[in-house]
């Protein structure tokens, strides 16, 4: 992914490949050295754009956030807030899908994005033009905590490349679990973001919080 050495380096241009390593080699990939390899240029010469590596991750938020303020923004309304707030989130996760590293790191930083709260700032306007109250819509946003941004927790996260099976010596002692997890099937590895979070339990989950939040709006 190495690009044209000759185009001039802006701060747009060293996120930009930021991202595109992260997507190709994932985000531990993304060092200074490493960018400045990819970009043709002098490690040195990045600081003049980006002061650090933290500055870089905290760059690459606001690309990916911009990038789903961008998508949902081209989405006609939906009927009801119910729809036209559950597009949003689907949208936004189809952006994660494309850079599966991005949920991970959006967790883990301290500022809060500009762009992502442009995100939410849509979002509330969504559920207050819906008819929700100002109190409601923030024990909504609450409820759906970072699945309103396409992305939800993990009941079990087992370290990457470890087993999630349970072993033999303790599945005597846990029947019901061990007895779900023999049933259960995820067949469509394209659609998760994290060990269990695929397509369908995401909308699922969406669907449950959504319909909740309609029996309360109506209250």
């Known amino acids: ?29 993304v060092t200074m050295r490493r960018l400045a390899e990819e970009l043709g240029a002098e490690a040195m010469s990045l600081y003049y754009h980006v002061a650090k590596k933290e500055d870089v991750l905290d760059g690459i938020v606001d690309v990916v956030a911009q990038e789903i303020n961008e998508a949902v923004a081209r989405l006609a309304p939906g009927p009801d807030w119910r729809q036209t707030a559950r597009r949003r989130i689907l949208t936004a996760r189809e952006v994660f899908l494309r850079h599966r590293w991005a949920p991970a ?6 500022s809060t994005s500009l762009a992502v709260l442009k995100y939410y700032d ?26 309103a941004l396409g992305f939800s927790h993990e009941v079990f996260d087992p370290n990457a490349g470890a087993s999630a099976e349970i072993p033999a010596e303790l599945a005597a002692q846990l029947p019901n679990l061990v007895g779900m997890l023999r049933e259960i099937a995820h067949d469509d590895p394209d659609s998760t973001l994290g060990w269990c979070d695929d397509q369908a339990e995401f909308e699922f989950g969406l669907d449950l919080i959504l319909a909740g939040l309609d029996l309360l709006r109506d209250r």
């Open 105 to 110: 790191l959006f967790e883990t930083r301290s």
């Open 122 to 147: 849509a979002l509330v306007g969504v559920l207050h033009d819906g008819g929700f109250t100002h109190d409601r819509i923030h024990h909504a946003l609450h409820a759906l905590g970072s699945r």
């Open 1 to 29: 992914m190495t690009t044209d050495a000759r185009t001039p380096l802006t701060r747009e241009r060293v996120l930009h490949a930021a991202v595109a390593l992260a997507d190709e080699h994932g985000l531990p990939a």
